[in-house]
């Protein structure tokens, strides 16, 4: 039993919880369900691995307005270092947001203190959130309390960086373990029910059964042993081994039982998937009639990109506008995670993509060949498909060549 799971036993998961350190407890299945233990479930790690790699591999990249209603990368900002290079001097952006997001998918939240030079943000730091509790204080605004190495510190709602996943609109997201917990305790009493069953169940291929009133010396069930290990493996298949008189081979089949365990283990990949709104397909897990392959997974592919991790995403980037940001600041100056980027290994989806920008003016050369880590070559005029002219030409007439006089040399 883990340390949560012992201070907190079977206590039942409510909506009005503030206490972020609670996480799972007693599920119907008599398992304690922890963050740790849910990890021990090899989907419950892919699925939070995926995540987590995915969304922090993203840039996370600050974003200026215009007087002219333009749009320009704003790398000279302050907040660009932090949020898309190094958010603090131990950890890389990826491993940051990484970190994060695995957090907000386990308990629901994810922290992370906001040190300050003045009145400029220098750092962020992340916090375990089962250490962190929120509440409110005397006048009502949002307070956080910390357990950690050095003893109980109190934050105030500006030195914080609060990131809440799916929520109902109280202080805390609400956490897919604690919710989860009686699917997900099903799924570790299955495979702790599976180890036992190989660890103390017996693992042989059949029985030798005598005739009624035989009896045999040790020194002759020996001697069947070693007869049947001469006929085991690979390379007796298809030989004929005999058997005395008396003697018939009965094989040993999975008891049904044994069988159902198999089938429920594989529902609960399907199920701890629900849970962390990951595909089964990409965690190597195909139901009935799916291929790994193929147009349909594209597609798969493309509805969990635009339904699940999409929206979470724009979750992320209001959180860091409204709680890194000025108000004066966010009608200037906003964070948005390029999403281009998850087409990086589809060479032939991004040759596409680059293709339609350049050809409908939407995108210059030079543009296109620096999102390819390619030198510019001058090549700064936007062109359409038509004849490739510039766009201040579009429309224009060419003038119409002079035919000759007839008799005239062409």
């Known amino acids: 039993m883990s340390i949560l799971g012992g201070i907190f036993g079977r206590r039942s998961v409510k909506l009005t919880d503030t206490k972020s350190w609670f996480i799972g407890g007693g599920s119907h299945a008599g398992k304690d369900v922890t963050a740790e233990t849910t990890l021990q479930l090899s989907t419950a790690w892919k699925c939070v691995r995926l995540r987590s790699r995915v969304l922090g591999s993203l840039p996370l990249v600050v974003h200026e307005r215009l007087a002219d209603g333009g749009i320009r990368t704003a790398k000279d900002h302050w907040l660009y270092e932090l949020v898309h290079d190094s958010p603090n001097a131990e950890q890389s952006a990826a491993e940051f947001w990484g970190g994060q997001v695995a957090c907000m998918d386990l308990w629901g939240n994810a922290y992370a203190r906001i040190d300050r030079i003045g009145q400029r943000i220098t750092a962020l730091v992340p916090l375990r959130p089962e250490l962190v509790t929120v509440y409110r204080d005397s006048n009502g605004a949002r307070a956080y309390r910390y357990s950690g190495r050095s003893g109980e510190e109190r934050f105030t709602e500006d030195q914080i960086l609060h990131l809440r996943g799916f929520t109902l609109g109280g202080d805390l997201g609400l956490s897919a373990v604690a919710y989860g917990c009686h699917s997900l305790g099903l799924s570790i009493a299955a495979d702790e029910t599976a180890s036992k069953t190989f660890a103390n169940g017996l693992q042989v291929s059949g029985f030798v059964k005598m005739a009624t009133g035989t009896k045999v010396t040790a020194t002759q069930r020996n001697e069947i042993v070693d007869l049947f290990a001469k006929f085991a493996g690979s390379s007796s298949a298809g030989k004929v081994m005999p058997l005395d008189p008396g003697m018939d081979f009965s094989p040993f089949n999975m008891r ?112 296109g060949r620096a999102k390819l880590n390619l030198s510019r070559r001058g090549a700064t005029e936007l062109t359409v498909q038509s004849n490739l002219t510039t766009l201040d030409k579009l429309g224009q007439v060419p003038p119409r060549a002079v035919q000759p006089a007839p008799g005239e040399p062409i």
């Open 256 to 367: 049904p039982a044994d069988a159902q365990l198999l089938e429920s283990r594989g529902f609960n990949v399907e199920e701890i998937c629900r849970w962390f709104d990951v595909p089964p397909i990409l965690v190597g897990h195909a139901g009935n009639g799916q291929t790994m392959w193929g147009s349909g997974v594209e597609q798969i592919m493309l509805g969990w990109l635009t339904l699940d991790l999409n929206p979470f995403l724009k979750g992320i980037e209001q959180a860091v506008a409204k709680q890194l940001l000025s108000p004066a600041e966010r009608k200037k100056f906003y964070a948005e995670y390029n999403r281009e980027a998850l087409m990086e290994a589809d060479s032939a989806a991004k040759a596409s993509f680059l293709s339609q920008m350049v050809q409908n003016g939407l995108m210059d050369r030079d543009e």
